[in-house]
Structure formats: structure tokens, C-alpha cells
């Protein structure tokens, strides 16, 4: 019973599929592809569409206020109107702007955020394009989102957007290099660069568990939250210094589509730490396997998704210089310092003395690099002479 | 269906290098370059190379790409009039591919068919460069490093005295 509701949306594609039956190979294939698609936007976009909708409500209740109350009940339909809204908008192209390259990339952005969900194993044998080197696709697709972001400041012709998009660029590269760092001791003690290996190597623990997938955890949700342009680090759009970036020129269901790609960024990018860190679609103990694979994957996912948003309302925007030292001073060597931590604990029989000696191994540089890094500045309430 | 595939990433590559090579403004030069950088790595897909063409989108178009776009912006603030048709770049290139072309025929594996390959995974790749290929693997990274060292002392801003 619990098998057949596990795989319930294997046998539906499977169902679907057999309409077919007795076409020629290609069309067969290329059927299942649309089939795959189908279902990854579908689900995306319906979470997109409730996200948007429980962000504002949980930063309203942190804020001391009621959020979106109007539409429907408890405000559930106010995606609905926005959506409504956002098409029937006026599209405002500037007139000095690079017409192609401004209308290409919103297009170009949103579909490198929802190629990047294709490689992300929703739950067992739900993985829409299961290929070898998925994680490696997963950040080739990635880092084309930088040039989408050049092209959409660039093409606007305007200084807000060019400033935003540099800022953009400098923090996307500068993260990306922890980021896929980190993925390197997952990737090096499982031995494969295929997101269902990595989750299928977690059945016994995750490897959030250990030291080395602890710090790499944390290290790649940081990284995460500035790939994704997320508060604290949303300097790139930043409204109260440069309106809104690289999307100051874009109105109407182009700048919705911005919005949306920011989003499916953010799922990309917490769906692949579930699957690299959390166990992706297994289920913490094995008397919990009774519940599907993919509610346990999406748990996994909106309980990531809350703290996304939690940061948000708690956390005020960083300075760019902040970011970039914080980036290259101490995410860098600590990314490096779990694959060594990885490595010790995969040579020291990844047990108990393992556990322990790459937990050694990730203090000490730790300690180390908090005081080479410590400037002796001493933070105190600050004295206003004139103020008070 | 392979050969559909080839001739429509064909025309896309070709296309993209044309548009590369033509453009008036620059950086409309350089993103059609990188539909050229896509169009290869396609290519490598469709040989079954999935890791060179991952590699290929990774570095061309979100490196190289981002690079080439960076340099543009920040050496040259107008798009220049379009120059005249130069004769000695086209001499240079048409014997550059003449060359190759000539190279490629005279190759004698093109004749023998292909042997049967086992599947390429990335751990045969990490492997291979572990133990057949571990000195190429180091001179290259001795050059990045000091590519890399190269880099920060050009842009070390120098302490006044």
C-alpha cells in the first residue's frame, strides 16, 4: 500500500504513457521529457504562487502587522490577483534601451532557474532528467544566470540597473566559488557526481550529521542565500540605494517573471541541499518510511524555504564590501577545510575517531581564522553627542 | 534524428559565430558567442560526452563569457564605427582553416571505425587523472596558480611611502 502511494506519480506518467503504446521510440521519449516538464512547472509554480503568498504573511506577523487579508480567505488568492495584475500591466520598454537584449534576458533568467530543478531528485525514482553529472549541470546552468543578470542590466541602458547588475555579478561570482566547493567532500566521499547516488549514499545518515557536512551545510545555505539575492545580501537590488537594480526597467509580466526566477532560484538552490546535505527524499528514521518519498523531500524543502524567510525578517542588509571580504576571507578556506575534514574522515574509517578528528580539524581553523581575521574592534551601544 | 540534431546545432553555431564576427556593437558580438559556446558544448552532448560538455557551458559561458562581457564594459564606453572590411584577416583565417581542414583529412583514425568505448562516468575521469595523467594535471595547476598570483599583484594597490 505504502510502496504503490510512494510511486503513485511513476504509475500516472506510466498510465499516461501507455496511450502511446506503439509509437515510434523518439516521439515516446519526447512525450515522457514533456510529461516531466509538465509536472516540475505545475508544482513549481503552485509553490511559487503559495510562497509568495505565506512570505509576506509570516514577515507581516514578525513585523507586527497582518500581511495580504483581503483576497479570499486568510488572503490565499492574493497571488491570483497579483498575477492578474502583473499581465494586464503596461510593458514599458525605454526608449534608449538595447530592445533584444532587454526583452531576451527575463526569458534567458527564468529559464536557467527552471532548468536547474530538472536535476533535483524529488523522491524515489522522481527524478525529472536523471543524468550522470547532475550536480555539475546544475551549476553549468547556474552560472549562465550571471550573464542573463549582465544582460538585463546592460540592455536597460539606465545606471541604477548596470550598478545593480555589477553588484550582481561581483557577489554571484564570488559565492560561487564556496559553493561549489562545498559540494566537492559530498561529492568526493560518494563518489559520484549523480544526485541520486548522493541520496541514496544518505540512506543510513545524512551527512548534515557529520562535522564536515555540518560546516559545509552552513557554508552552502550562506552561499546560497547570495546566489539567490536573498536579505542580507540583497545589495544587487537594494530599493532604498538603487531602486530595484537590474529590474528597475522592467515592468509589468516581465518584471514577474524576474520575480519568479528569483524564486525558482531559491527552490533550485534549497532542493539541492536537501538532496546533498539533509538525505534528499529519505526519511530521518526507518519506521517513518510510510510516508512517501516526496512529502518528505518537500518538508525538507519548506522547512528551508522558512528559514529563507525568517532571515529576511530578521536581518538588515550587508554592505558590498562586507560581502565580498566575508567571501573570500573565511568562506573560501572554510569550504576548503571540509574537504580536508572530509578526506579525514573518510581515511580515519568514517566512525567515531573519524567524527571526532575531522570535527578537530574544522575547529582549530576555525579558531584560527577567527583570529586572523579579527580586526580588534570592539562593538559597543553607539553615544550620540547631538541626538539624544 | 542524430543528423537532424547536427545540422540544426550546425546553423545555430555557425550562425552565432557569424553574428559574433559581423555585429556592429561589441558586446552584441559577445553574447552571440556565446550561442557559439552553447552550440559546441551541444555538440559534445551529442557525442555522448556529457562531462566536456558540461565543462564547456561551465567555463565558456559562465566564465569566458562573463569575462569577455567585463572587459568590453570596462575599456570601452561607445560602440566604435563599424570598420572598414579587413582583407588581411580574412587571408589569415581562410588559410588558418584550410590548414585544419587539410590536417583532418590526412588523419588516418577518421577512417577506422570507432571501438566500443565503455561508458565515461566521472569517477573513470577522476581516475584517469589520478594516475595516467597526474603530471599533465599538476603543470596545469602550477600554471593556474601562478596565473592566479600573476593576477593579484596586478591588482595589489601599492603602499605609499
Given at each position: 500500500?505504502?510502496?504503490?502511494?510512494?510511486?503513485?506519480?511513476?504509475?500516472?506518467?506510466?498510465?499516461?504513457?501507455?496511450?502511446?503504446?506503439?509509437?515510434?521510440?523518439?516521439?515516446?521519449?519526447?512525450?515522457?521529457?514533456?510529461?516531466?516538464?509538465?509536472?516540475?512547472?505545475?508544482?513549481?509554480?503552485?509553490?511559487?504562487?503559495?510562497?509568495?503568498?505565506?512570505?509576506?504573511?509570516?514577515?507581516?506577523?514578525?513585523?507586527?502587522?497582518?500581511?495580504?487579508?483581503?483576497?479570499?480567505?486568510?488572503?490565499?488568492?492574493?497571488?491570483?490577483?497579483?498575477?492578474?495584475?502583473?499581465?494586464?500591466?503596461?510593458?514599458?520598454?525605454?526608449?534608449?534601451?538595447?530592445?533584444?537584449?532587454?526583452?531576451?534576458?527575463?526569458?534567458?533568467?527564468?529559464?536557467?532557474?527552471?532548468?536547474?530543478?530538472?536535476?533535483?531528485?524529488?523522491?524515489?525514482?522522481?527524478?525529472?532528467?536523471?543524468?550522470?553529472?547532475?550536480?555539475?549541470?546544475?551549476?553549468?546552468?547556474?552560472?549562465?544566470?550571471?550573464?542573463?543578470?549582465?544582460?538585463?542590466?546592460?540592455?536597460?541602458?539606465?545606471?541604477?540597473?548596470?550598478?545593480?547588475?555589477?553588484?550582481?555579478?561581483?557577489?554571484?561570482?564570488?559565492?560561487?566559488?564556496?559553493?561549489?566547493?562545498?559540494?566537492?567532500?559530498?561529492?568526493?566521499?560518494?563518489?559520484?557526481?549523480?544526485?541520486?547516488?548522493?541520496?541514496?549514499?544518505?540512506?543510513?545518515?545524512?551527512?548534515?550529521?557529520?562535522?564536515?557536512?555540518?560546516?559545509?551545510?552552513?557554508?552552502?545555505?550562506?552561499?546560497?542565500?547570495?546566489?539567490?539575492?536573498?536579505?542580507?545580501?540583497?545589495?544587487?537590488?537594494?530599493?532604498?540605494?538603487?531602486?530595484?537594480?537590474?529590474?528597475?526597467?522592467?515592468?509589468?509580466?516581465?518584471?514577474?517573471?524576474?520575480?519568479?526566477?528569483?524564486?525558482?532560484?531559491?527552490?533550485?538552490?534549497?532542493?539541492?541541499?536537501?538532496?546533498?546535505?539533509?538525505?534528499?527524499?529519505?526519511?530521518?528514521?526507518?519506521?517513518?518510511?510510510?510516508?512517501?518519498?516526496?512529502?518528505?523531500?518537500?518538508?525538507?524543502?519548506?522547512?528551508?524555504?522558512?528559514?529563507?524567510?525568517?532571515?529576511?525578517?530578521?536581518?538588515?542588509?550587508?554592505?558590498?564590501?562586507?560581502?565580498?571580504?566575508?567571501?573570500?576571507?573565511?568562506?573560501?578556506?572554510?569550504?576548503?577545510?571540509?574537504?580536508?575534514?572530509?578526506?579525514?574522515?573518510?581515511?580515519?574509517?568514517?566512525?567515531?575517531?573519524?567524527?571526532?578528528?575531522?570535527?578537530?580539524?574544522?575547529?582549530?581553523?576555525?579558531?584560527?581564522?577567527?583570529?586572523?581575521?579579527?580586526?580588534?574592534?570592539?562593538?559597543?551601544?553607539?553615544?550620540?553627542?547631538?541626538?539624544? | 534524428?542524430?543528423?537532424?540534431?547536427?545540422?540544426?546545432?550546425?546553423?545555430?553555431?555557425?550562425?552565432?559565430?557569424?553574428?559574433?564576427?559581423?555585429?556592429?556593437?561589441?558586446?552584441?558580438?559577445?553574447?552571440?558567442?556565446?550561442?557559439?559556446?552553447?552550440?559546441?558544448?551541444?555538440?559534445?552532448?551529442?557525442?555522448?560526452?556529457?562531462?566536456?560538455?558540461?565543462?564547456?557551458?561551465?567555463?565558456?559561458?559562465?566564465?569566458?563569457?562573463?569575462?569577455?562581457?567585463?572587459?568590453?564594459?570596462?575599456?570601452?564606453?561607445?560602440?566604435?564605427?563599424?570598420?572598414?572590411?579587413?582583407?588581411?584577416?580574412?587571408?589569415?583565417?581562410?588559410?588558418?582553416?584550410?590548414?585544419?581542414?587539410?590536417?583532418?583529412?590526412k588523419t588516418t583514425s577518421l577512417s577506422i571505425a570507432a571501438p566500443q568505448i565503455p561508458a565515461l562516468t566521472v569517477k573513470r575521469i577522476g581516475e584517469v587523472l589520478m594516475t595516467?595523467?597526474?603530471?599533465?594535471?599538476?603543470?596545469?595547476?602550477?600554471?593556474?596558480?601562478?596565473?592566479?598570483?600573476?593576477?593579484?599583484?596586478?591588482?595589489?594597490?601599492?603602499?605609499?611611502?
Amino acid at each position: 500500500m505504502s510502496n504503490s502511494l510512494d510511486q503513485i506519480f511513476i504509475s500516472a506518467k506510466q498510465w499516461l504513457l501507455s496511450f502511446l503504446a506503439g509509437a515510434p521510440d523518439p516521439i515516446i521519449q519526447i512525450a515522457s521529457s514533456l510529461l516531466n516538464i509538465a509536472a516540475v512547472l505545475g508544482v513549481f509554480l503552485t509553490l511559487f504562487a503559495l510562497i509568495s503568498v505565506l512570505e509576506r504573511k509570516i514577515l507581516g506577523r514578525m513585523q507586527n502587522r497582518y500581511g495580504p487579508n483581503r483576497v479570499g480567505p486568510f488572503g490565499l488568492f492574493q497571488p491570483v490577483a497579483d498575477g492578474i495584475k502583473m499581465l494586464i500591466k503596461e510593458d514599458i520598454v525605454p526608449k534608449r534601451a538595447d530592445k533584444i537584449v532587454h526583452f531576451i534576458a527575463p526569458i534567458m533568467i527564468a529559464a536557467t532557474a527552471i532548468l536547474a530543478l530538472g536535476v533535483i531528485p524529488y523522491g524515489r525514482n522522481m527524478t525529472p532528467f536523471a543524468i550522470d553529472g547532475g550536480i555539475l549541470f546544475f551549476f553549468a546552468v547556474g552560472s549562465t544566470t550571471e550573464l542573463a543578470v549582465f544582460m538585463a542590466g546592460w540592455g536597460s541602458n539606465n545606471k541604477f540597473s548596470m550598478l545593480g547588475a555589477m553588484r550582481a555579478i561581483a557577489q554571484m561570482i564570488s559565492y560561487e566559488l564556496p559553493l561549489i566547493i562545498v559540494t566537492l567532500p559530498v561529492v568526493m566521499v560518494v563518489g559520484s557526481l549523480s544526485p541520486d547516488a548522493i541520496v541514496a549514499a544518505q540512506s543510513k545518515f545524512w551527512f548534515v550529521l557529520t562535522p564536515w557536512g555540518a560546516a559545509a551545510f552552513i557554508l552552502f545555505f550562506v552561499s546560497g542565500l547570495v546566489e539567490s539575492n536573498r536579505t542580507p545580501f540583497d545589495v544587487p537590488e537594494g530599493e532604498s540605494e538603487i531602486v530595484a537594480g537590474h529590474m528597475t526597467e522592467y515592468s509589468g509580466f516581465k518584471y514577474a517573471t524576474f520575480f519568479m526566477a528569483e524564486y525558482f532560484g531559491m527552490f533550485a538552490i534549497s532542493g539541492l541541499g536537501v538532496t546533498l546535505f539533509l538525505g534528499g527524499w529519505q526519511a530521518p528514521f526507518a519506521w517513518l518510511q510510510f510516508i512517501p518519498s516526496y512529502v518528505w523531500f518537500f518538508v525538507k524543502l519548506s522547512i528551508l524555504l522558512f528559514v529563507y524567510i525568517w532571515v529576511r525578517g530578521t536581518l538588515p542588509r550587508t554592505r558590498i564590501d562586507q560581502i565580498m571580504g566575508f567571501a573570500w576571507k573565511f568562506m573560501l578556506p572554510m569550504a576548503f577545510t571540509c574537504v580536508v575534514a572530509a578526506a579525514v574522515w573518510h581515511y580515519e574509517g568514517r566512525g567515531l575517531a573519524g567524527w571526532l578528528w575531522s570535527l578537530a580539524v574544522i575547529a582549530i581553523v576555525y579558531v584560527g581564522l577567527s583570529r586572523l581575521l579579527d580586526t580588534g574592534k570592539r562593538f559597543a551601544p553607539r553615544t550620540y553627542r547631538f541626538a539624544e | 534524428m542524430s543528423i537532424v540534431a547536427f545540422v540544426l546545432i550546425s546553423i545555430l553555431t555557425l550562425a552565432g559565430a557569424l553574428a559574433a564576427a559581423t555585429l556592429p556593437k561589441l558586446i552584441h558580438a559577445a553574447l552571440s558567442l556565446v550561442v557559439t559556446f552553447l552550440g559546441v558544448a551541444a555538440f559534445f552532448f551529442l557525442l555522448g560526452a556529457e562531462f566536456v560538455g558540461l565543462v564547456q557551458v561551465f567555463v565558456y559561458v559562465g566564465a569566458v563569457a562573463v569575462l569577455i562581457v567585463f572587459t568590453i564594459l570596462l575599456t570601452r564606453r561607445e560602440a566604435t564605427a563599424a570598420d572598414k572590411f579587413n582583407w588581411r584577416g580574412a587571408v589569415v583565417a581562410i588559410a588558418v582553416f584550410a590548414g585544419l581542414v587539410w590536417a583532418i583529412l590526412k588523419t588516418t583514425s577518421l577512417s577506422i571505425a570507432a571501438p566500443q568505448i565503455p561508458a565515461l562516468t566521472v569517477k573513470r575521469i577522476g581516475e584517469v587523472l589520478m594516475t595516467d595523467f597526474v603530471w599533465p594535471l599538476q603543470c596545469v595547476g602550477l600554471l593556474l596558480t601562478a596565473a592566479l598570483i600573476g593576477a593579484l599583484i596586478l591588482v595589489m594597490e601599492e603602499k605609499r611611502q
